[in-house]
């Protein structure tokens, strides 16, 4: 659903066409979703229109980035220490 929505915009009937599930299921998955933040509703008339917010995601791949340098920097000491051990 996020891949669908970060290429822009869709109806619930769009969303729910790319899935092999019933509309109850699509439906707590997207209100799931609103609840954590990453998308909103926009009602244009008669149709709902639900649109990805980015910007939570974006600051967890920046937090996991910051996690990223540190594992890779005790990885490679570990690693070392472990190949010292072999000879």
Do not use: C
Request: proline share 2%; no cysteine.
């Amino acid at each position: 659903m996020i891949r669908q929505l970060a290429q822009g915009p869709a109806r619930f009937t769009d969303i729910a066409r790319n899935f092999d599930t019933t509309l109850n299921s699509v439906t707590k998955h997207l209100k799931l979703l609103e609840r954590a933040g990453l998308i909103e509703r926009r009602r244009q008339g008669r149709e709902v229109y639900i649109s990805l917010k980015a910007e939570p995601l974006s600051r967890a791949a920046e937090w996991l980035h910051g996690y990223e340098h540190f594992w890779n920097e005790h990885l490679d000491q570990f690693e070392q220490h472990f190949h010292d051990k072999k000879k």
